[in-house]
């Protein structure tokens, strides 16, 4: 995903009603939006100065032709002046030829049709892959730059005597190449035969040589001894070493000269630090690229593949803020030891500030698995004192083989990349393999859904759905008990269903209200359970778009309070902020209709809504559940843009007697945050996982 998953977001509409009809398109879809809505071009060229945008998604036009009119081809030439990369996908009542010629001419990545259907949503899907593939490219073509200019650098001002031959002839040399064979400038030696620089008597040996190095299929490095000849026709003996290497992207033969007047233990230290990082010991990033492109040069000669582990250490950041720049080193050097120990003879590098990858030849993607897994669990056992703190770290591990199409050593850094990240996103401390897989949709898509559905429909007879609860806790010393209501589902086998197959396959088969009324009715006995018990239990339940608009729902939960004799007040229903914006009048008489039975409500996903003071207004809502996109990584300096939000949500809530929530907290310095933003409660995986019981104690809370 974008931005920390994150989608930063323009939409160019009449108004922000119609707008919001796209939003929640997404939210349904489940993107992290951050939305802005843009009505004319000032505002836009505006929106492109302040910021960085992943998407613009426009009506082919919008106001009066003969007043005022803004057209998607207008602002794709905005777009273009800025010189952002950014998608801009047209979406379009009619499917004109005309219109779609003009939008893609005018530098539009895609028109799609004004419709409920999905292909908004998959459309947006792919720009948002593709922008992130595009970024990830031009970092590390930087970055490949970068160490081009650098390894450049390093072979003039280097003391080796260094040569690049393709075809037997120099087509580069360093200076001190040039000083040993007795050439002013590089131009005299370009176009010179490697054989001139070789005695007469040694050459039969040379070309032995070269021709034993060239049918090697293993590329290793070779040597030879030799007696050398200067362009003063003075001999010398030396030693040369010759590799297989690229010189501007170009295949070639480096030859380092050695005069055997050296000392070659010296020669051969000097070269081992020039491979090896200073802090860990490990290879260096330059020779890991070499290395690998060496491993690439094989699987398309041999077809030999080889696997790379990208191994990145979990919130590093906050570790570095923790014990300081250089109290993070003990830790980098610890793990570093570590990986040489557990790499099973593999080639260990560090790769950047917090990066590691190894490389192992003739390996499949199964066995690195099992080492990735290995490695996980001792970065995981690895306990690194520094001063009086003691500190563990986790890391996560992306997998991806060296294959014959990846083609070039960036483009399997950014596969192992990509999975490694994708299992940060899943909450770190695991590993991940890179898949390039073709998504399938249509009848496949249909038969899960169709086949859950199913199950579904079994399950309440066969005792196969089951709640979970998460603790929401105060963070302003109340002990009140509070859970969130999770359901779960299992098949015929006792495999649990994703959530999300079980929920989108239910609002296809109209079998959603089933499912919330089935969660009322556990939820009212858990709760009535407690009250007897003498421990006062209140429990958010989500409820669908499709519960809101069912009038029995309403009727349903003034039976449940009858029948359990329970307060009112122990109930919470939670509504997403995207299903409110789009029914307003609904959420609003269904939150009225709920405080007439004493019961509460609650607004989840809160702050992506484009004007959500008005939100808050229009509706009587207890509590806001602030979106996660605002809540994840609090900690880190980057986020004030985010603190400074929910500071603002919290304000305008407090105003209004309402209370907030934070959603999805993760660590420790988050809350920290959140308090100092004087959020009063706080929920996620860092305080407490869904249990299967409501057993979490409340008094032990800080």
């Known amino acids: 995903m974008i931005q920390n ?23 349904k879809a489940r993107f992290p939006i951050r939305p802005k809505h ?83 949503q998959t459309v947006v899907g792919l720009e948002l892959e593709n922008l992130a593939e595009r970024r990830k490219r031009r970092q590390l073509e930087q970055l490949y730059k ?19 031959v393709h075809d037997g002839m120099h087509i580069h040399a360093n200076p001190s190449y040039l000083d040993m064979f007795g050439y002013k400038k590089l131009e005299d030696m370009e176009g010179v035969p490697i054989m001139d620089l070789v005695a007469m008597n040694d050459q039969a040996n040379f070309k032995e040589f070269m021709r034993d190095f ?32 690229r010189y501007d992207s170009e295949p070639c033969i480096q030859v380092i000269i050695r005069d055997q007047s050296q000392s070659e233990e010296l020669e051969r230290q000097l070269k081992e630090v020039s491979r090896r990082d200073q802090l860990t010991g490990l290879f260096n990033r330059q020779h890991f690229l070499a290395l690998l492109e060496k491993a690439l040069a094989k699987a398309m000669a041999e077809h030999v593949r080889s696997v790379l582990l990208y191994v990145m250490i979990d919130d590093f950041v906050s570790i570095r803020d923790r014990v300081g720049v250089g109290g993070a080193d003990p830790v980098i050097q610890n793990i570093g030891k570590l990986l040489k120990k557990v790499g099973d003879g593999g080639s260990v590098a560090r790769f950047n500030d917090s990066a590691f990858t190894i490389l192992i030849p003739d390996k499949d993607v199964k066995y690195a698995g099992a080492l990735a897994q290995k490695i996980c669990k001792a970065v995981e056992s690895q306990v690194t004192e520094i001063g009086d703190q003691t500190l563990v770290a986790t890391c996560s591990v992306g997998i991806a083989l060296v294959l014959a199409s990846s083609a070039t050593p960036q483009g399997v850094l950014s596969d192992a990349h990509a999975a490694c990240t994708e299992m940060q996103r899943k909450g770190g401390n695991g590993f991940n393999v890179y898949k390039a897989v073709v998504s399938k949709a249509g009848a496949d898509k249909e038969h899960k859904n169709s086949d859950v559905a199913k199950l579904i429909e079994t399950a309440f007879d066969e005792n196969r759905l089951s709640l979970r609860f998460q603790p929401i806790v105060s963070l302003h010393d109340e002990t009140q008990a509070i859970y969130e209501v999770f359901l779960r589902m299992q098949d015929s086998e006792g495999q649990p269903v994703p959530t999300a197959d079980l929920f989108n396959a239910a609002e296809q088969a109209n079998m959603v209200t089933d499912l919330d009324k089935w969660v009322l009715k556990e939820s009212l006995a858990k709760i009535a359970e407690k009250e007897k018990q003498g421990e006062p239990t209140h429990l958010f339940i989500k409820l669908s778009d499709q519960s809101i608009r069912d009038e029995s729902v309403l009727l349903f939960i003034r039976k449940l309070l009858k029948a359990a004799q329970v307060p009112g007040d122990r109930v919470i229903v939670e509504i997403s902020e995207s299903s409110a914006i789009s029914q307003v009048k609904l959420a609003k008489a269904f939150m009225t209709a709920l405080k007439s039975m004493n019961c509460q409500s609650a607004l989840e996903h809160f702050g992506t809504g484009l004007n959500y003071e008005t939100t808050l207004r229009h509706l009587p809502v207890d509590y806001v559940k602030i979106d996660s996109s605002f809540t994840k990584g609090l900690g880190g300096s980057e986020n004030a843009e985010n603190q400074k939000a929910i500071e603002d949500i919290v304000k305008k809530t407090h105003e209004l007697g309402m209370k907030t929530i934070a959603e999805a907290v993760e660590d420790a310095n988050s809350l920290t945050v959140l308090w100092s933003c004087e959020v009063d409660f706080a929920q996620g995986h860092y305080i407490q996982e869904p249990i299967d019981d409501l057993i979490f104690d409340f008094s032990d809370e800080e």
């Open 5 to 27: 998953d994150i989608i930063r977001l323009i939409v160019i509409e009449e108004s922000a009603n119609d707008a919001e009809v796209i939003l929640n398109r997404l939210r």
């Open 38 to 120: 843009i009505e004319d071009d000032e505002d836009l060229q505006d929106a492109l100065a302040q910021q960085e945008w992943d998407l613009i998604i426009t009506v082919p036009r919008i106001g009066d032709p003969e007043i005022y009119e803004l057209t998607a081809t207008t602002v794709c030439e905005i777009v273009k002046t800025a010189k952002q990369d950014i998608p801009i996908v047209v979406i379009t009542e009619e499917m004109d030829g005309q219109v779609i010629a003009e939008a893609l001419a005018a530098g539009a990545k895609q028109v799609v049709p004004d419709s409920p259907e999905t292909c908004l």
């Open 146 to 164: 970068d160490s081009q200019k650098h390894n450049k650098m390093l072979l003039e001002t280097s003391r080796d005597a260094i040569a690049y």
């Open 214 to 245: 060239m049918a090697d299929t293993k590329e290793e490095e070779r040597n030879i001894n030799l007696e050398g000849l200067k362009s003063n026709n003075k001999r010398f003996k030396f030693k040369m070493e010759v590799s297989h290497a």
